[in-house]
């Protein structure tokens, strides 16, 4: 058991730097995108997107076998968990909807429209409230302060 346990934490650590990866450079892509309108950097973010459902799955997955093996249920960890199935599900909800939009306004290969810009701008505003969640829960999983 011991061994399955810290074989668990690591990957727990290990989703979260998948999803740090994504968190700090989903925001990056996103302003460069709405200087440059291109698919290239369109589909950079479609792997950031896909890097953080991978850790996010892996996260889930070891969490709860984490949380099951250490038992207990404090404050920092319920609120850790409703932040981070709040990002899980914009992600699936929000974060596919826009993308998606912008994927086909751009193979259309149209003139960047104020449609597409407003979706820019749309991602961007959901990127960086993504990164300052992340920020929390990764503060709530340090110093446990509740």
Known sequence: MYLTLKISLFLHILSAMLIAVSAFGFPVVESSLRKENSFSLHKLSLNFS????????LAIITGIYN????????????????LF????????????????KRESIL????????????????????????LAVFIVIVFLAVFKPF
């Open 50 to 57: 896909r890097l953080a459902r991978v850790g996010g799955i």
């Open 67 to 82: 949380w099951i093996s250490i038992g207990g249920a404090p404050g920092w960890l319920i609120v850790k968990l409703i």
């Open 107 to 130: 193979e259309s290969k149209a003139i960047p429209s104020e449609e597409l810009l407003k979706i820019n701008k749309a991602i961007e505003t959901y990127a960086y409230v993504n």
């Open 85 to 100: 199935l709040w990002f899980v599900i914009s992600g699936i909800f929000v974060g596919v909807k826009y993308i998606s």
